[in-house]
């Protein structure tokens, strides 16, 4: 079956940390994160560069780190000092390997910033 898996996300306060995972299938090329809060549209996290290097957005830069363990086919997101506006669903995203016209979405982990 293939299909992508996102967990790990909770209740945190502010400045508080957590840890998501994503585990796909193996004909599926995981490569970023992206976050979608309520009534916005859905936006870029981090992911990797078409050069294999790690990219974040700005307003994530220096808290959060993305990491990927290639024999597993498992993508990391350490969130560290979170705060209110990091309050969203959390989605892994890839694309085939075979067929690269082809994205794959996990159902997303809900990530709430509160005190």
């Known amino acids: 079956q293939v299909e992508v898996v996102e967990s790990g996300g909770g209740l945190v306060q502010p400045g508080g940390s957590l840890r998501l995972s994503c585990v796909a299938s193996?004909?599926?090329?995981?490569m970023a994160w992206y976050r979608q809060a309520p009534g916005k549209p859905r936006e870029w996290v981090a992911g990797l560069t078409p050069g294999g290097s790690t990219n974040y957005a700005d307003s994530v830069k220096g808290r959060f780190t993305f990491s990927r363990d290639y024999p597993k086919n498992t993508l990391y997101l350490q969130m560290n000092s979170l705060k209110p506006e990091d309050t969203a669903t959390y989605y892994c995203w890839g694309r085939g390997y075979s067929d690269t016209t082809i994205d794959y979405w996990g159902k997303g982990t809900q990530v709430t910033v509160s005190s």
């Open positions: 193996g004909s599926i090329n995981v």
